[in-house]
């Protein structure tokens, strides 16, 4: 069984610039969503994709967009990229049961 | 603003002895809690789940639940050096969709 995977691993990028990250499910998990955690904080959810349409979204501006994709991958775009972005950006897995899988993050730092 | 309350520690545990961890939450309507365990630099990893008011055990861990009082737990037995991390609490938000944490709980656990 394929765990859950997120690419890249860090990033750094400048104020105003966009970044996209990526997310690979769990095997046989439909249901991706998207957390954010800042450093000493617990993660703050994002959004919620369930078979390729949003189901869920946190307190979070819509420059904070993302797809998911027939194949259950998922991406995260941010647009207009704020210094408060700099977080480490976890992507989490479900299945049927709703228990949620995290993957390893992706850690952005913007300059 | 649904929130989940813990203590952020740190809790220092001789090898060998109970690490006991809490939790209050505020949403009387949730139905699903969960805790993960946070090493430094890494992603949440699911420990435990529970769903239904008392206790339940897997090897050395037991959460307990009470509804009532809002309030959830877990109790790390014979705690190991391996063991010293970050507890993240997480409630399911109604809708389960949103996973709302805690800021966490640092436990060391010392030999």
Request: aromatic share 12%; with cysteine; glycine share 10%.
């Amino acid at each position: 069984e394929t765990g859950v995977t997120q690419s890249p691993t860090h990033l750094i990028k400048t104020r105003g610039q966009q970044v996209t990250l990526r997310c690979s499910s769990q095997s046989g998990h439909n249901t991706v969503s998207w957390y954010q955690q800042a450093l000493g904080q617990g993660p703050q959810f994002i959004f919620q994709y369930y078979r390729e349409e949003e189901n869920g979204r946190g307190n979070f501006p819509p420059r904070f967009s993302g797809l998911q994709f027939p194949n259950y991958s998922s991406e995260l775009n941010v647009n207009a990229l704020e210094l408060d972005d700099s977080a480490l950006y976890l992507c989490a897995s479900a299945g049927v049961d709703n228990e949620q899988f995290f993957g390893p993050g992706t850690r952005l730092t913007v300059l | 603003q649904k929130e989940v309350e813990q203590n952020s520690g740190p809790l220092s545990v001789p090898e060998g002895a109970i690490a006991s961890l809490n939790c209050t939450y505020s949403d009387r309507g949730s139905q699903s809690f969960f805790w993960y365990r946070q090493y430094s630099g890494k992603s949440p990893e699911l420990i435990m789940s529970i769903y239904s008011n008392g206790d339940k055990e897997d090897g050395r861990f037991t959460a307990q639940l009470n509804k009532a009082s809002q309030y959830v737990s877990l109790l790390i037995r014979d705690s190991q050096p391996s063991d010293s991390a970050t507890y993240l609490c997480a409630v399911f938000n109604q809708a389960g969709t949103a996973l709302i944490f805690g800021k966490g709980t640092t436990l060391s656990v010392s030999s």
